[in-house]
């Protein structure tokens, strides 16, 4: 799964791959979700034949509460999980001020 630990702000999009593979011999649909702290958020469906490996991709709004969660990508009976730290922080933020010159006339006499 990639990636494993990713910080956040609140409302981002969060993008997560995952390998899914059939290790049995017979074509089939896995079902595969998207999960915070153990809540699936997001699902697909994958057709895969027998052996077959392929990567899903999914893109989920970030949570609005600022914390850690434990994102992960489950199959049945299988789980890829990593840490999501949501940070509300302004750390980037720049500020800017924009000032004005007063609008000031000269009236020269002689």
């Known amino acids: 799964?990639?990636?494993?630990?990713?910080?956040?702000?609140?409302?981002?999009?969060?993008s997560v791959s995952a390998d899914v593979a059939n290790v049995g011999e017979v074509s089939g649909d896995a079902e595969v979700a998207f999960t915070l702290n153990g809540d699936a958020v997001a699902t697909q469906t994958v057709p895969l034949d027998a052996g077959e490996i392929t990567?899903?991709?999914?893109?989920v709004a970030v949570p609005d509460q600022t914390g850690e969660y434990v994102h992960a990508v489950e199959t049945?009976?299988?789980?890829?999980d990593g840490t999501l730290i949501v940070d509300g922080s302004e750390g980037n933020a720049t500020s800017v001020t924009v000032v004005q010159e007063p609008d000031t006339r000269y009236t020269a006499s002689d």
Do not use: H, R, W, Y
């Open 1 to 14: 799964m990639d990636p494993v630990t990713v910080t956040k702000a609140p409302g981002e999009t969060l």
């Open 55 to 59: 990567q899903v991709t999914f893109e």
């Open 76 to 80: 049945d009976g299988s789980i890829a």
